[in-house]
């Protein structure tokens, strides 16, 4: 199985800053024929299903705010919010879609510092 | 725009099978493949398993010999059996659909709101 592991566990982060998630594949997650990243993010708030934020490692799902971006490539990868408000109060989690079984990292929990 | 919706029992005994029913509106069975992914209190997201609407599967090994999923195109539901059950498996569980993309399978682009299943006597 790729093992997907997050850092941090959890941070706090004032309104209007920055807020860095880190996500690591146990092996490298880049389809060759096609040069695409197989890494997901999902926002859960609490009480609700995981949201999907960005996928192919980069790409923002319609409807995301622009302050949500991603980036990384090979195994490691990085959940930006470029300037933290209220309702991204969260767990964000990693999940590689390059081979079954399907696996997601532990989760970010997003705190208001 | 796909909507899904878990159905099922909230409460299942020790040892029985657990049983679970997503049912998909605003678009067509055919066009994604449909999984069951559980999240267990206070803990991560697993990922259960798969199916298409041909009836192609695919489970996670940790699960697999006690796994089922089934899919019935008419209504427009698939479904999950998970057998002998455990406190273990006491977890929120969700369907979501995954679709298709440069000939393999993609994130997940559609979730439902979940099912709470409490494996208890």
């Known amino acids: 199985d790729i093992v997907m592991t997050q850092s941090p566990d959890s941070l706090a982060v004032s309104l209007g800053e920055r807020a860095t998630i880190n996500c690591k594949s146990s092996q490298s997650i880049l389809y060759s024929s096609n040069s695409k990243q197989y890494l997901a993010w999902y926002q859960q708030r609490p009480g609700q299903p995981p949201r999907l934020l960005i996928y192919?490692?980069?790409i923002r799902e319609s409807g995301v705010p622009d302050r949500f971006s991603g980036s990384g490539s090979g195994t490691d990868f990085t959940l930006t919010i470029s300037s933290l408000q209220a309702e991204d109060v969260a767990v964000y989690y990693c999940?590689?879609?390059?081979?079954?079984?399907?696996?997601f990292g532990q989760g970010t929990k997003v705190e208001i510092k | 725009q796909v909507q899904l919706q878990e159905s099922g029992p909230g409460l299942v005994k020790p040892s029985e099978t657990l049983s679970l029913t997503c049912t998909v509106s605003?678009?067509?069975?055919?066009?994604?493949?449909w999984n069951w992914i559980r999240q267990s209190p206070g803990n991560g997201l697993e990922w259960i398993g798969y199916i298409y609407y041909t009836g192609s599967t695919d489970y996670n090994p940790s699960l697999k010999s006690r796994v089922t999923i089934s899919v019935d195109t008419s209504k427009n539901q698939f479904s999950l059996k998970l057998s002998s059950v455990t406190a273990a498996d006491t977890a929120a569980y969700y369907c979501?659909?995954?679709?298709?993309?440069?000939?393999?399978?993609?994130?997940?682009?559609?979730w439902g709101q979940g099912a709470l299943v409490t494996v208890s006597s």
């Open positions: 999940q590689q879609y390059y081979t079954t079984p399907w696996t």
């Open positions: 605003g678009g067509s069975i055919s066009s994604y493949y």
């Open positions: 979501a659909g995954q679709g298709v993309e440069m000939a393999t399978l993609r994130y997940f682009d559609y």
């Open positions: 192919w490692a980069s």
